[in-house]
């Protein structure tokens, strides 16, 4: 089992970057694929990106894509977004899931964390 608790939620405005950060806590992390997520109020919840336990690949949601960046540090057992050129349409709250599986699928992952406040105002 694996523990998460998401960091760097903020208001920035269109155009602006920040950068979420995704801490785990168990000795297993690096034997988990990863995914971020993000929930707009009265819209369910959607991808964003994945990655695979080494790093070694990444996967995007259309809309991220060439904009955000996932990446991990298995050594400090930490999942990182870098989202850059953020838009009024990013807002939602941000969460980080760990799976067994690499997808792009809510229901594969069985471990969230509490999720972090994005704001981009126009």
């Known amino acids: 089992q694996v523990q998460l608790v998401e960091s760097g939620g903020g208001l920035v405005q269109a155009g602006g970057s920040l950068r979420l950060s995704c801490a785990a806590s168990g000795r297993t992390f690096s034997s988990y694929a990863m995914g971020w997520f993000r929930q707009a109020p009265g819209k369910e919840r959607e991808f964003v990106a994945a990655i695979w336990w080494s790093g070694s690949s990444t996967v995007y949601a259309d809309s991220v894509k060439g904009r955000f960046t996932c990446s991990r540090d298995n050594a400090k057992n930490t999942m990182y977004l870098q989202m850059n050129s953020l838009k009024p349409e990013d807002t939602a709250v941000y969460y980080c899931?760990?799976?067994?599986?690499?997808?792009?699928?809510?229901?594969?992952?069985?471990?969230w964390g509490q999720g972090t406040q994005v704001t981009v105002s126009s």
């Open positions: 899931a760990a799976s067994t599986y690499y997808s792009t699928l809510v229901r594969e992952y069985p471990y």
